[in-house]
C-alpha cells in the first residue's frame, strides 16, 4: 500500500521533476552564485518572481496541450507557420549550438575535478566529451523509465548536496527572510543587472516547451488534467526556486574568486577549508548532478522539438510518446551531441555569455505565442482567464526590457 502511494506521488511530480532538473544548470550555479556575492541575500525575492513568471508561461503551454490535444510546436505551425519557421533557422538552430556548447564545457570542467579527486586525471575536453557521449549512449540505448529513473537519482543528489551546503553556511536567518519577502535593490553599481540575471535565469528557457512531451507520457487530460499540471509545476518551480536561494546564499559567503565555473570550483574550496573536506566535494558532487541532469534532459528533450515540427510541416500526425522512435529525433539527438564539441576550443566565458542573449530572446516570443492560442484557438472552458493574461503581458513586458537591458 505505501508503495503505491509512493509510486502515485512519484507519477505524479514527474513531468515536472523532469523539467526541473533539465532547467537547473549551468546557468543558474553561476548566476545564483555571482549575485549572491555581488549583491548578499537581499535580492532573494527575484528569484521568487522569476519562478512565478516561468510558472505562468509553463501553465499556458499545459493548457494549451490539454484542451487541443496537439504541443505548442503543432499549435504554432498550424496557425503561425512562417514566423515558425523564423524561428527555427535563426533562432532554434543557434540554441542549440550555444547551450550544447555551454553544456559539454560544463560537464567538461566539473568532470575534471571529479576525477582528479578520485585520482584519474583527463583534459577538460575529455570529461566534456566523456559526459556528452555517456548521455548519447543512455538515452540510445535505454527507454524512457531509464531516463527517468536516472534523472531522479540526480534530483536527489542535488538537492541532498546544495541544500545541506546551504544549511552549513553562517548567515542570519533573519537577513535570508527579509531578502525574500521585502522587495529591495542594492544601491551599488551593476545591482539591477545582476537582479535581473537573477529573476531570468530561474528554471530554463527553451526546454519549458519540453514540459508538453513529459506531459503527455503522463497520460493527463481535461481540466482535471490541467488543475493536476498546475499542481506539478508549481512543486517544480518551487524545487527550482529552492535550489536558486540556496546558490545565492552559498554564493553570498562562500564565493572568494573565479569567473565562469572556476567559482564552483572556488566555492567547493570555501566549504572544504572552512566547514569540512567532505562538504567540499559534496559541493562539487551537487554542482555536478546539476549539469549533468541539464545535460540529459536537453539532449532527450530538445530533439522533440525538432522531431515534432519536422513531421507537422510534413502533415504527418505521430503522438508525442512515438516521437524519441522516428529517424528526425535520432538525428538531431547525434547532431546535438557532437557538434557542439567544437565550442570546447572557445573561453567558456564567451559561450556562457552567448547562452545567456540567445536564451533571453525566447521568453517573450513564448508569451506572445501562449497569449494569441490561449485567446484565439481553444474552447472557452480553457480560455485564459483576466489573471492570466495580465500575467502573459507581464512576463512579456519583462522579458522584453530586460533583453533591451542587456543590449545596451
Known sequence: MLENGFKRAYLFILPGLLMAMTGVGVGDLATAGFTGAQLGTTVLWAILLGGVFKFILTEGIARWQLASDTSVIQGVIKHLRKPFIVFMVFYFVPWCWFVGGALINAAGVAGKELLFLLGIEVTKSQAGIGHSLLALALLALGRQVLFNRVMSVLAVILFATVISCALLVPINPMDVLSGLFIPQLPAQPG????????????????????????????????????????????????????????????????????????????????????????????????????????????????????????????????????????????????????????????????????YSVVGAFFMPILALTLLWLNNRHVNSEFKNNSLTNVGLILVFVFFIATTMYKWM
Open 191 to 354: 545591482a539591477l543587472s545582476w537582479t535581473l540575471a537573477l529573476m531570468g535565469g530561474v528554471g530554463g528557457t527553451l526546454t519549458i516547451i519540453c514540459y508538453g512531451y513529459w506531459l503527455a507520457d503522463s497520460e493527463r487530460a481535461g481540466i482535471q488534467g490541467l488543475k493536476t499540471s498546475r499542481w506539478d509545476i508549481g512543486i517544480s518551480y518551487c524545487l527550482t526556486c529552492l535550489f536558486g536561494i540556496a546558490m545565492v546564499i552559498i554564493g553570498s559567503v562562500a564565493v572568494q574568486d573565479g569567473k565562469g565555473l572556476s567559482l564552483l570550483l572556488s566555492i567547493s574550496q570555501y566549504f572544504t577549508q572552512q566547514i569540512h573536506p567532505f562538504m567540499g566535494v559534496c559541493f562539487l558532487v551537487g554542482a555536478w548532478a546539476a549539469i549533468f541532469s541539464s545535460l540529459l534532459g536537453v539532449w532527450q528533450a530538445v530533439p522533440l522539438i525538432y522531431a515534432d515540427a519536422v513531421h507537422s510541416f510534413k502533415g504527418i500526425k505521430i503522438p508525442l510518446k512515438q516521437l524519441p522512435k522516428t529517424s528526425s529525433y535520432k538525428l538531431w539527438l547525434c547532431l546535438l551531441a557532437t557538434l557542439p564539441m567544437l565550442s570546447l576550443e572557445i573561453p567558456f566565458k564567451e559561450i556562457q555569455k552567448l
